[in-house]
């Protein structure tokens, strides 16, 4: 079998695998799994964000906690004001998630697309660092800014609705989330297959050789940063209202770190790496988490077994190494 | 508002450059010499903080502690080059990042297991208490010391830099990395003095801040950004930018956040003028940040012309 079909049945496994379980868990009545399966799933959307930017396009964003956190108060403020019925800059607050969806991505996008700006004037380490310092930037303005509870976070006292569903509900809430994930990974293929996605790779591979190609590396660039920036804020909208909460500690920088080592540990711009990778953190912190509490020694330790000699993460040690511009 | 009280804040900014610039002298060098980006640099700070407290606490003496957290964070930063650093310099960036955040991890949790969830405390020497007369303005005996210290290592390592043979073998990394190698310098031994020697000086950071605030777990990697921001505004490999982005930094932040908030203060209410004072406040650096890049994306000292 080659390493292409290998790849996809990977794929369908992991896909029915994120499913199975919770679906189990729904019939035997245990609502921890459900909502632990939900929060792989939107860790994964947030993943697949960064996998635009850091897959396909080799953009190294150490700053994308800061989208999730956007989206997070996004989903936050519109909720505290429908709760409390006042206005936000002569908008009135909402509960429902459709329009803040819509207006994290939007948010989200235009910051992207500020900081995009900025920092793809450098490369390189340069990169690493300006994404790094903007998003805490942007942490140290949720710490310092009163309004909506500072350090204190700001709490989503009822989960906001979607049309059909009763999110409250841990499966509607999960069923949500999948779709949801589904979607993204559409977006992602089809962006991969498209021609902006090959102009965006080969960027990656040869700047100069896309530029003589008549490519102009700054814009792709920025657009996928954006698009990157879009989706991860709509993951963050929907980790807040999973957790009903939202903190500057969504943009911390080691959020940003667990969000690449999760790329790293599926496999860096594999179609289900963010899925892989997700399950994978959240399973080795709920497994050695209730060993020992100093579980992050142990992460410390296999991610850096990961990077030194297993390169191509998870699925790129069960698929094989494929593709190597893929 | 007086004279006296803005005086004190300069000072402040100054001595929090200068600490700044003990951390981002030795990651602008290990960035210059062997193109490495080490985000484990914050926990050799913690590190070095930790060994203090703990030599300073058991035997009562500051300096000993002091020499403990240098010699410790050096041990550790040459051991972790040995083991690890090692095999990412023909590594991309992305590795890099991971293999040494995989290290922040690692070292975070080890020092928690060892000295314990809490925090420990660290006395400022009985010598550096209290405060001397400025004129006008009573400051701090220790932060003043700090200021002293601070300039006394940047000159120490300008002249280890521009007139040791060490120094000339750094150099000579910095510009051609096979060269040298090639001209029958042991590149490798040259590699893990350079990162002892950052490791070293950002655990004497640790260590002289340590005793004015509390030595706790994760107390690297704030000001292992800050000297992020110093360095990118300095120009990445340059000792000079270093210094200049470390005082810059140093004196926008603290000023910043004296300030705005008296600044807001004089059209709004005062807790209004507080909150939003001190939010913007704690972006100034950043927007400094992308100033700079705006203007010089290269830093205000490229190191490479």
Known sequence: ?326 | MTLALVLEQLLNGVQFGLMLFLMSAGLTLVFGVMGLINLAHGSLYMIGAFLCAAVAGASGNFWLGLMAGIAAAAAAGALIEMVVIRRLYARDHLDQVLATFALILILSEGVRMVFGPFPLYLNVPSALRGTVSLGIVDYSLYRLALIGFGLAVALGLWALISKTRLGIRIRAGESDREMIAALGVNIRALYTIVFALGAGLAGLAGALVGAIQSVQVGMGEPVLILAFVVIVIGGIGSIRGAMVGALLVGVIDTMGRFLLPRFFATFMDTSQAMGVGAALASMLIYLLMALVLIFRPKGLFPAHG
Request: glycine content about 14%.
């Open chain 1, 1 to 326: 079998m080659d390493s292409t079909r290998k790849e996809w049945l990977l794929n369908a496994l992991i896909a029915g695998a994120l499913f199975a379980v919770p679906l189990w868990a729904w019939l035997a009545n245990e609502p921890f799994i459900i909502t632990l399966a939900t929060r792989i799933a939107i860790l994964a959307i947030a993943a697949v964000g960064l996998n635009i930017a850091l897959g396909l396009g080799g953009m190294v964003s150490f700053g994308h906690a800061l989208y999730l956190g956007l989206g997070g108060y996004v989903a936050g403020i519109a909720a505290h004001h429908a709760f409390h019925g006042t206005e936000v800059l002569g908008l009135p607050g909402t509960n429902q998630m459709l329009p803040i969806w819509a207006l994290a991505m939007v948010l989200s996008g235009l910051v992207a697309g500020v900081v995009g700006a900025l920092s793809l004037r450098t490369s390189g380490i340069f990169f690493i660092m300006i994404t790094l310092a903007f998003a805490q930037m942007g942490f140290f303005f949720a710490l310092s800014w009163p309004a909506y509870g500072g350090e204190d976070g700001l709490p989503i006292f009822v989960r906001n609705q979607f049309p059909g569903l009763n999110t409250a509900r841990p499966w509607d809430m999960f069923l949500l989330a999948y779709a949801v994930l589904m979607l993204c990974l559409l977006a992602f293929a089809g962006l991969r297959a498209a021609r902006f996605g090959a102009a965006l790779m080969a960027i990656r591979q040869n700047p100069d050789r896309a530029a003589a190609l008549g490519i102009s590396p700054f814009g792709i660039k920025l657009v996928g940063f954006v698009l990157s920036g879009m989706i991860t804020g709509l993951a963050g909208a929907m980790m807040a209202d999973l957790t009903r909460f939202v903190s500057p500690a969504m943009m911390a920088w080691t959020v940003s770190g667990e969000l690449i080592v999760i790329i790293i540990l599926g496999g860096v711009g594999r179609l289900f790496g963010p899925v892989a990778g997700a399950a994978i953190l959240v399973g080795f912190e709920v497994f050695f988490g209730g060993l020992t509490e100093h579980w992050k020694l142990w992460l410390g330790l296999v991610l850096l077994g990961v990077v030194l000699f297993a390169r191509g993460g998870l699925i790129g040690l069960l698929a094989g190494r494929v593709r190597h511009g893929g």
